[in-house]
Structures are given as C-alpha cells and as structure tokens.
C-alpha cells in the first residue's frame, strides 16, 4: 500500500510517499530481529513506490539506458523491527539537480507509529556504461510536474 502524505517531509513541503512492508522471517537475524542490512532494501522499494506515485516510474528511466547509481547511504537506527511486524516506509525527494537525486525516509512500525529508523540515499545518474550523465530534462519535468500534483491533491484531501 502507497500512501501519499507530507507529515515525512523534512520541510514539510515536499511530498512524502509510503510503503507497507510485512516484516519477513527471512529478514530477521537469530535474535528474532531485523538485520540492519535489510533497511536499505526497504528504502531501494520505498524509493521506487516514490517515482510511481508521481508519475514517473523507474522502469521508463531505466528504458532509456539512465539509472540513479547509489553513491551514499546513510541509516540511523531507534528501535528494532520483528517477523510478524508490517514497517511503513515513507521515502521523500530532498535534492534534485541535473545529474544527482537524493531522498530522505522514515520507517515506522506501522501498527504503533513507533520510529524504528530514519535515513537517506544520494544518487547520481549514470548511463549503462556507468559514466556520469544529465538525468533526461522530461524525466525532471515529470518528476517536478508529481510532486506539484501530489501537493495539490495533500492540501484538497
């Protein structure tokens, strides 16, 4: 479930998207807890949830040989996550320039609201050689173009 809302937004401002995902046996160490490892997958599906929910899937991006190359990662751990948990993880644009992209996210326990974790990524794009590129001019508009729509449709709801 995708969720769109502002309350994970840094500013305020930007629109916040969120992800439910079931805590999975397979992501839990022998303590019962999730290994850390796994919230960087969580932020890679709430990243892209993000670009779906405005209109701008990642899939289009990668057609057209471009991709957003991790180039940092950054995660601060609260509280810990159990199988048997469902996590919200709410992914928000902080920065997004010519060649680089950066988010921000929250994961919560979905059921207590209770802050699990926060984080972020930074991104540059790369063609399929890997070198540096411009990220498409119409990949910015659509991705400019959600976000305003998203924020329309938070102050109308």
């Not at 701008?56 to 991709?67: D, K, L, N």
């Not at 790369?126 to 070198?131: F, Q």
């Amino acid at each position: 479930m995708v969720n769109v809302t502002q309350n994970g937004s840094p500013d305020g401002i930007l629109p916040s998207f969120s992800l439910d995902i079931p805590v999975r046996f397979a992501e839990t160490d022998l303590m019962g807890v999730v290994h850390h490892s796994v919230y960087v997958v969580w932020f890679e599906a709430a990243r892209i949830a993000w670009m779906d929910a405005v209109g701008m899937p990642y899939v289009e991006v990668a057609a057209v040989g471009r991709h957003f190359a991790v180039t940092g990662v950054q995660v601060e751990y609260r509280a810990s996550a159990r199988f048997g948990d469902t996590v919200r993880v709410a992914a928000t644009v902080t920065k997004l320039r010519s060649r680089h992209v950066s988010f921000a996210y929250r994961v919560t326990n979905a059921a207590s609201g209770e802050l699990l974790a926060t984080g972020s990524t930074q991104h540059i794009c790369v063609d399929l050689e890997g070198r540096t590129a411009r990220i498409p001019d119409w990949v910015i508009t659509r991705l400019n173009e959600g976000m305003a729509s998203a924020l329309a449709a938070e102050s109308l709801g």
